[in-house]
């Protein structure tokens, strides 16, 4: 059994992991203060405790990707979180993005196509902490039709295209943050639905993010 354990060594490397944040140009402490809230190093390999405090990606099981702490606040920073807000994640992956996000108070819904990753949410050490954390085994492109609509939609992979059916499931006036393929890398958008069902586009930075790709995977 492992030992989980969140010393002042790991709460320092994690004040130092703030400040880089900062620094790099991420202003909304709410998201700071979840950041600084949540050992990150739980997420990975025990093996890995010091580098999960570096602001990198880092690889998971399955071929996939812990993201990096600054594409988890720059994204969770666009999403303009209200306590309560009710999320559509797609790409559990870690969890960690998602832990972060019910850190926030928020009520959260995500979705991994990966069978073996999504088993692994059955043993999440803050199932308990975390009630409003709902996992799904399935395919994101699909969405969660029976729980929607959502305040806000998160892509934590690279999507192709904007789907379709998850603008849908958004409310009027609510917002979805994805990556979309440009290229080799990604650009972040953040589209806000409008009430006839179209939505406005705002353009930020490139990412890198692992595909995003349909169908359920096991
Ligand atoms: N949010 C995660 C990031 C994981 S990487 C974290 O904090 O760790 C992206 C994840 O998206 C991978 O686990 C991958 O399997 C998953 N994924 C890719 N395409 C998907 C799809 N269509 N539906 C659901 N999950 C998908």
Redesign the pocket.
Same mark, same amino acid.
């Given at each position: 059994m492992r030992k989980y354990e969140d010393t002042y060594r790991h709460k320092g490397l994690r004040k130092k992991l703030i400040d880089i944040l900062r620094d790099k140009g991420i202003t909304d402490n709410n998201v700071l203060d979840a950041i600084n809230n949540i050992p990150r190093h739980f997420f990975l390999d025990s093996a890995f405790d010091e580098i999960a405090y570096e602001d990198r990606a880092f690889p998971?099981s399955?071929g996939? &990707?812990?993201?990096q702490p600054y594409t988890?606040a720059y994204q969770t920073q666009l999403l303009q979180l209200k306590p309560g807000d009710k999320i559509l994640?797609?790409? &559990?992956?870690?969890?960690?993005?998602?832990s972060v996000l019910a850190e926030m108070g928020t009520k959260v819904f995500t979705?991994?196509?990966?069978k073996n990753?999504f088993e692994k949410t059955k043993q999440f050490i803050f199932k308990t902490k975390y009630p409003n954390l709902k996992f799904f085994y399935?395919?994101?492109?699909e969405g969660l039709p029976t729980y929607a609509p959502f305040d806000k939609v998160i892509i &934590?992979?690279a999507a192709p295209f904007v789907p379709p059916k998850l603008i849908e499931q958004l409310k009027t006036g609510g917002k979805m943050i994805v990556p979309v393929d440009e290229g080799s890398l990604q650009r972040m958008l953040r589209l806000t639905k409008n009430a006839d069902g179209s939505y406005e586009e705002e353009v930020f930075q490139n990412f890198s993010?692992?595909?995003?790709?349909?169908g359920r995977n096991g």
């Open positions: 998971i399955d996939q &990707t812990i993201s988890v994640e797609i790409g &559990t992956g870690s969890i960690y993005q998602a979705i991994e196509r990966q990753l399935g395919d994101g492109f &934590t992979a993010f692992v595909p995003m790709l349909s």
